[in-house]
């Protein structure tokens, strides 16, 4: 294990020579890309399969099956019909980021208490109302739950992505060091790759706190 000094100093050494920040910015770029295309779509397909029966007879079993597939398995694919650029990178990591938003999704739909769907019945709310009064906010929980995990996910996902033939970024830093034997670099990665995804976490928890201001277990303490 190299000392924390020589972690620092290999840094400050790719710092000055700009490579660090390009890496960094690289993958910030790629999770961010390929985590909004994952999380989008798995928010839509977990609304469709959540609200219709005929859609999660459609739908799920095939969404059960892709999700168990390893990322690792995919690669030979995505270099065969995708080539070696950002478009397999992006994929690996959307996929990724879809399962975890689309299960949470589908399980805080299903389980909101059907009292209050039949409350919203009573006051006379249409469909569409019942959807964006009662069950979204009732299955807000569990879905930013699923986000937090996706963007976990995410970032894991991203190692592997950039394995596939990477010129820059923190995968292809950690590849280029491996080959030279740099353990320094290696420990700094890996450190890079947990900042990145505490930062992650802390963003979401603040997401989190913000739109479930009104619900009693995330209501600030010093309030009435």
């Known amino acids: 294990m190299p000392a924390p000094l020589d972690i ?3 840094a ?13 910015l690289v993958s910030l770029r790629r999770v961010a890309i390929g985590f909004s ?5 798995g928010l839509l397909l977990g609304l469709v399969v959540g609200l219709f029966v005929a859609a999660r007879d459609l739908l799920d079993r095939s969404l ?5 597939i390893p990322h690792l398995a995919l690669v030979p694919l995505m270099i065969l019909w995708f080539g070696i650029g950002e478009v397999p990178r992006l994929i690996l990591v959307a996929m990724g980021s879809l399962f975890p938003v689309y299960i949470n999704t589908v399980g805080g739909i299903r389980n909101v208490d059907p009292k209050l769907i039949e409350l919203g019945r009573c006051y006379g709310l249409g469909r569409a109302e ?3 009064s009662i069950i979204l906010p009732a299955a807000l929980q569990p879905i930013l739950v699923g ?3 996706a963007l976990g996910v995410a970032w894991l996902t991203l190692v592997v992505g950039e394995t596939i033939a990477s010129r820059d970024g923190v995968g292809y830093l950690v590849q280029n060091a491996r ?3 740099r353990i320094d670099i290696i420990m700094l990665a890996i450190i890079l790759y947990a900042i990145a995804g505490w930062l992650s976490d802390l963003i979401t928890r603040l997401i989190e706190q913000r739109l479930l201001r009104w619900h009693p277990n995330y209501a600030d303490r ?3």
């Open 147 to 149: 986000i937090r995990y």
């Open 179 to 181: 080959e030279l034997l």
């Open 37 to 41: 295309i994952g999380a989008a779509s």
């Open 12 to 24: 400050r050494q790719l710092a000055e020579r700009g490579e660090l920040q390009h890496d960094i």
């Open 8 to 10: 620092w100093n290999a």
């Open 222 to 224: 010093g309030a009435p």
């Open 130 to 132: 019942l959807v964006w």
């Open 64 to 68: 059960q099956m892709v999700r168990t």
